[in-house]
């Protein structure tokens, strides 16, 4: 999209609907609102950090807002959704962690972490089928990295201790 948006432009239902065609193919070919509306990445990081600092303050409620706006803004970034996801779980609105969680696998599907927090969910909602589906995924996709292994060690010894069914 080669000129800017204004933001004004988007809450006028008028210049929203002549907008409508340019903005579709545009989000079709996978732009998004973070260039659209011409966020540089300082920005969104500067988003990010607080966030990611409101979450280390236990304050929940207003870093899943923060990572919320961070998603709709560019939902191609991984530590968004897992931000998010995180949020949400430590809230126990596991339902919604989920789909977040689900949304950052798709985005990175190389990270075993989505699939661990996965499990944790589907663990706290006793879904123990869907809990041993995705600590067996976090297994399966961990790399060699200190912190992949982590999760590794983490899944596996959960795997050994799930309830047998």
């Not at 948006?5 to 545009?26: A, R």
């Not at 919604?96 to 696998?105: D, F, N, Q, S």
């Not at 798709?106 to 589906?133: G, M």
Request: with cysteine; proline share 5%; net charge negative.
């Amino acid at each position: 999209m080669g000129k800017k948006i204004k933001l004004s432009d988007l809450s006028d239902p008028e210049k929203l609907k002549k907008h409508q065609p340019e903005l579709d193919s545009y989000f079709d070919k996978g732009g998004t609102w973070q260039e659209l509306l011409g966020y540089d990445p300082d920005k969104m990081e500067d988003h990010y950090k607080t966030g990611y600092n409101l979450y280390q303050s236990a304050e929940f409620k207003k870093a899943g807002g923060v990572f919320s706006y961070l998603t709709m803004l560019n939902p191609y970034e991984y530590k968004y959704w897992m931000g998010l996801g995180l949020a949400k779980q430590s809230e126990h609105f596991f339902e919604e962690a989920i789909v977040a969680y689900i949304v950052a696998e798709s985005v990175d599907p190389e990270e075993p972490l989505p699939h661990f927090s996965l499990a944790q969910c589907y663990y706290a909602l006793q879904l123990f089928d869907e809990t041993k589906d995705h600590l067996n995924k976090a297994v399966k996709v961990a790399k060699m990295t200190p912190e992949d292994q982590e999760i590794k060690r983490k899944a596996t010894i959960l795997l050994q201790n799930l309830p047998k069914l």
